[in-house]
């Protein structure tokens, strides 16, 4: 059984830049493939960034490619999302999921809000 727990979302102004975390426990995930998803609100959760398990292998939504970065320290259990040049179209809930195969993912976390301002 794997716990994943989200946090760093928040209220940041259109251009701004946030930091998601997502620290696993349980057991360790470092053979899993891990990723970020988001809801935003009415709409379906829709995939947004997978790492490999080392870390050389990612992938990115065409809506969020050239702005995020997916990355992992396998040492502490954690994946990061870094987001820079927010968009108001990025407001969602975003998701930690693994181990991620395609659109679906064994363990999700709870979410994080992240509300982007024009």
């Known amino acids: 059984q794997v716990q994943l727990v989200e946090s760093g979302g928040g209220l940041v102004q259109a251009g701004g830049s946030l930091r998601l975390s997502c620290a696993a426990s349980?057991?360790?995930?470092?053979?899993?493939?891990m990723g970020w998803f988001r809801q935003a609100p009415g709409k379906d959760r829709e995939f947004v960034a997978v790492i490999g398990w080392s870390g050389g292998y990612t992938d990115y939504t065409e809506a969020v490619k050239g702005r995020f970065t997916i990355s992992r320290e396998n040492a502490k259990n954690t994946v990061y999302l870094q987001m820079n040049s927010l968009k108001p179209e990025d407001t969602a809930i975003y998701y930690c999921?693994?181990?991620?195969?395609?659109?679906?993912?064994?363990?999700w976390g709870q979410g994080t809000q992240v509300t982007v301002s024009s």
């Open positions: 999921a693994a181990p991620v195969r395609g659109t679906s993912a064994d363990y």
């Open positions: 349980g057991r360790t995930v470092g053979t899993y493939a």
